[in-house]
């Protein structure tokens, strides 16, 4: 008996905009459903034919704690159209996939619309421990002074409202310091990142330049006055010269640090979303996959050693269950979260030791990953990266550039907060 | 006005029991209304008796210690007065009897020894709502069905049962005025904060909660509290005659500016309301059911309640003809093609009513203007539905295309083609133009059977008509379609025949041309529209020819001038309107000045004389109005029966409707029909006659009008 594939029929994402730019208005919710909508009418897919939604964001907000019901709700997709969220940092729209994936393997759903969304413009801020105490205690209160009386204690300072954390909770350090900690560790000099994110955006804006994207991201009018269009990233820059990035000062650790806003991603906001179906089920409603999951993996290392090396981790588990060689991805995205990450992925790919000290493998390193085929149309440093919303971008982009090349294989992979690594082996159609 | 808030229901003359209790173990009894002839409660004399009979002999009963009154109806409470019972009062004294009668009875039912409460689900209208004010007590459901108003002013009438005044006592004197005054439907949320019903609960326990309520007002019965607001409001008003004068003096003069005259119902209930302030309760149900008594014979309310049958009818009215017969298809999708005021308005009046839309315009900040505009009028789940875009993506699976871009016939030729690669053979193709013949728009197609006119009037969606215009080759089930989605979008249809400018757009022409005219003879521009609005209409044509654009009705004017000759032509001054760049509204220039004076005011462009080459007459105020209203609305009527005579219209009805709710003819005058059936065909050709010996050949009188004049003939039976 043949096996069922996942096919992924359609993509789509929104232009990715700089925190508090485009879309300061707006949710991760609002951005999810523009793009899911936007997904569903392109497609021309009758949205009775959903049986599923997986949808994520990165930071999740307490308004929509189930971003992906939400968005079947605000979307017209009919009601019974189930959903469920997930969170996995920066691979939170891989592990949507994936999950939609393995329900439809299993034999439980044959369509499905997965991906993600954040908004860096508007972060869930809370209160301080104190206060939020007294706020629940005064709303158990009965009388009046009994609710004066649970707010006595409090300080002025516990009444400043609380950002959320970006700093991982088991080590205590940002993310930015886990890079410039990496880097100094691997001795990975500043020039060799600012090149990296030099040539991110040099071939970002060469990409949009020619079109590359046109089929990937579509046009927002952001509400509420709709009147300020966004149609292409507004992070990425056109005019990139490698001089500008030795400008910058080092961001996370001004006397010996390399790791600076220059050469890592920024905030940013946007969505991003996939249409999935079983290879059977895209045949019978007439359509012509873009390409196939071919395998994933998910892996996770100590925070404390190398926070940002899921990629070298999860890459090899994913080919091996793809059957294939790293030498036999035509393309290989990985997300940039810092330029240091990427250098240090890339070389513990290629290094023996890597090999047999981290992964116990003994058949030598997983292998090279040529310019000409790594983050081939740039990377999240220079399209932006709106945590959850990154994953499903890099597996469309992908896919599309495989195809672009008759190639066969691509790869997709990602860093993501906790010491977690995400892989995406995809193929194209044949 | 809603299907609801009256209903017509033809009632047959055999007895029928419309009020059954019952009586339950804890002494409440319940008191059900349920007329087995109608779909929806209607207060009827059966009614009122039976009911009065049923609260006697409840309160007799000394088992009964509360009394609860529902309706036995699945969705709607008691939706007012019947409207047939209505219109056939013959005498003034008739109705005020009745009115009388009731209010006395429903006092009784407010003062009676045992408490009443109303359980109120569905729509509670006019009669319906009067009713339960005068409960001690009402409980609602909030379910989106359950409305509280007194709509009967949307009639030429005004509540007979005490209602009205009923408010004032709780809400305040401005509560009623503005819930009287506009007929609009309150929901039980408002209805509750204005302390016009006493609790609002989930429609599954309604019941039981208006039977607690009840058992504990027959314990424990204390008078209504008004809150400060309303206290604050009555020593203002009511107890300061000062005040009390000035406020009212104010109030007359904004109702009389508002309405000219024409509308006395409105004059008529604040008479009511000035009353109660002045001299309380009794005084004011007095003078309500004298006033009551006179609208219902009013020749006002006469039109307007034929109006309303009208529409009621066009509901049931499939569109097509008696030979034809022809299923809808079933439409979820539409395409609407251009996203300027028409075609975002159509979005918006779909996606409020349930259907998907795709909107296309030629760029994003086009799109992105349609996208704000359906926004601002419709709610989140509702534009939940509307996506849009700059191609013809995601129109594939679309039931009906509306095509909105610019008045041009080969754009229009481009966009049929265009879209008509993309729908399903079986999609129906509409063109929302105002003027150009559809058969010549379905030139393009490949599918011309499929093409029709939906002609929409802006704003969308608040003008209540759709005119949809059929070519000799439309498809009946095209047709069929269209009209269902017309219906769904809240619209009331008329369907006409091809041919240039349609009905509404052709009758409009020479009225518009008439004014022209009169101001080509140095008539001033504020003399004509000041007529026309006296005369009913809610703009001038002058001032409406600035809002629709002076370059757009030239165009239009060309294409019916083409069709229809000499009595169309413009007069020769007005070209050099255009000549000096004169659109109206839209480039500020036009008849009155734009964006220089005051807001709300409206001052004539006087630099226009000088344009046209014309000294306005000085004596403004003396120039005759009857000229200028006479000239252009029998412009307009001698058309509209041209159209009925070249079958252009299915019937005098839907010109009626047409032109009442497509251009503004004066309600009160009941549409171009009617006003020739009032006035008399005679009288009418009499008058047009005059007129052509005067003014010339374009007001030779439609051989139609001859006809009926010639054999004594009327319009309507």
Redesign the interface.
Known sequence: MKSERVAIVGGLRTPFAKQGTAYKHLSALDLG?IVV??L???T?L?PREIGLVVYGQAVPNPTAPNIAREIV????MPKSVEAYSVVRACATSFQATTSAAEAMLAGQHDVAVVGGADSASDVPITVSKKLASALVEAQKARSLADKLRAFSHLSPRDLVPVPPALREPSTGLTMGEHAERMAKDAGVSREEQDRVAHRSHTRAAAAWQRGIFADEVM?V?P???????I?EDNVVRHDSKLDSYAKLSPAFDRAHGSVTAGNSSALTDGASALLLMTESKAKALGYTPLGFLRSWAYAALDPDDGLLMGPAYSTPIALDRAGLRLSDMDVVDMHEAFAAQVICNKKALSSRRFAEEKLNRTTGPIGEIEDERFNVHGGSIALGHPFAATGARMIHTVLREVKRRGGKYGLATACAAGGLGAAIVVEVAS | MSALSMQPTPISARPTGVVRTETRPDGVAVLTLDDPRTVFNTITPELGTQLAAALDALEADSKVSAIVIRSGKKDSFVVGANIDYVRAIRFAKDAEDVSREVGKRFARMANGPKPIVACVHGPALGGGFELSLACTAAVASDDPKTVLGLPEVKLGLMPAANGLIRVAERAGLRTALDVGLTGKHLRPKKALALGLVDEVVAPSIVLDAAVALAAKLAKDRRPRKRSPAVMLEALVLEKNPVGRRLFFRRVRAEAQGKTRGHYPAVLRMIDVLEAYAASGFARAAEVEATQFGQLVVSETAHRLIDLFFAQTALKKDTGLDASEKAQPFTVERVAVLGAGLMGAGIAASSVKNGL?V?MKDRD??S???G??YV?DIVD?RAF??L????DY??M??ADLVVEAVFEDLDLKHSVLREIEKVVKPTCVIASNTSSIPIAQIAAASSRPDMVLGMHYFSPVHRMPLLELVRTKITDPRAIATAVAVGMRQGKTVIVVRDGAGFYTTRILAPYLNEAAHLLAEGTPVEAIDEAMVDWGFPVGPLHLLDEVGIDVAAHVGGVTQAAFGERMRPPAAFVALENDHRKGRKNGRGFYLYGRGKKNEKRVDDTVYRVLGVTPRAERKTYAAEEIQLRCALAMINEAMRCQDEQILRSPRDGDIGAVFGIGFPAFRGGPFRYVDVIGPAEVLRRMRSLEQRLGPRFEPAPLLVEMARRGRRFYA
């Not at chain 1, 509400?223 to 269009?229: E, K, T, V």
């Not at chain 2, 996506?387 to 700059?390: D, I, L, M």
Request: hydrophobic fraction near 30%; charged fraction near 35%.
């Open positions: 459903r909508k936007e569903l009418a392109r021309e009758d709700l605000g979307t017209g046009h009018m509400p509420p006055s709709f009147d300020r269009p149609a | 998907v795709r994003d900040a799109v992105g203007r996208l704000k926004r989140d939940a539905r996506s849009a875009s700059t993506s995601g594939r699976h």
